[in-house]
């Protein structure tokens, strides 16, 4: 089945604890983005990689990381989370030429 | 930079019945694509309808119809004869022409259908 995956879903920890969301497509696309949606605000772009090695800065890329070394997985790593990136995360996948992104089921991260 | 409104927090529409919801750009791009989403309760994103900047004719799909008024800078979604099903977020979102990655998204309208 053609799918976008994140983990973990749930994720509470504490405030300067590195931590790591995976992504992964299975649909050998180019384009992979990372969002967070926090109420009253969308979404909003934190990175964007447009293929293999070849990232870029979003609308919020503060306290983020991103690394694309591979097509298929585009990890999201907050070296030192604050309680402000409390939020849902969302990563999407498009096949270049096309305008149809496929989001992932979302990952819900609490910051104490 | 660019900008999308959607100055609707909350809709309210009878069930079969068609309603509008309202979104507005910014953008200096001469070229560039219009989106809408659907966040059900459930929380997943669906991807609904686009409309790119040049396309001479508004876009549809299925009972989704994009209203794209280029000179005004809108690019409203009509859902017409509204099911029980549709009741969600709807999000309105811009691509821009120059940074083909980059996704622009509005704060969102909450569309409730009643029975």
């Known amino acids: 089945e053609a799918q976008v995956t994140q983990n973990p879903r749930y994720l509470i920890t504490v405030t300067g604890k590195k931590l790591t969301v995976t992504c992964s497509q299975n649909m050998n696309h180019e384009y992979m983005s990372w969002y967070r949606q926090d109420p009253g605000l969308g979404l909003r772009q934190i990175y964007y990689s447009m293929n293999v090695e070849v990232t870029d800065k979003g609308d919020v890329p503060e306290g983020y990381k991103v690394s694309r070394k591979e097509k298929r997985n585009f990890p999201l790593i907050l070296e030192s989370p604050s309680p402000n990136q409390t939020s849902l995360y969302f990563c999407a996948s498009r096949l270049r030429g096309t305008e149809t992104q496929y989001f992932g089921p979302g990952t819900r991260l609490l910051v104490l | 930079a660019q900008k999308i409104t959607q100055t609707q927090p909350g809709m309210f529409v009878q069930e079969k019945e068609a309603v509008t919801l309202d979104c507005t750009y910014d953008t200096s791009d001469p070229s560039y694509g219009l989106f809408w989403y659907k966040q059900p309760s459930s929380g997943e994103m669906i991807f609904l309808i686009y409309q790119g900047s040049y396309d001479q004719q508004n876009a549809t799909e299925g009972r989704y119809s994009l209203n794209f008024q280029k000179a005004r800078k809108s690019a409203n979604l009509v859902i017409s004869a509204s099911q029980l099903g549709d009741s969600a977020m709807y999000f309105c979102?811009?691509?821009?022409?120059?940074?083909?990655?980059?996704?622009?998204f509005g704060q969102g309208t909450i569309l409730t259908v009643h029975p």
């Open positions: 979102a811009m691509r821009g022409g120059t940074s083909y990655g980059k996704l622009t």
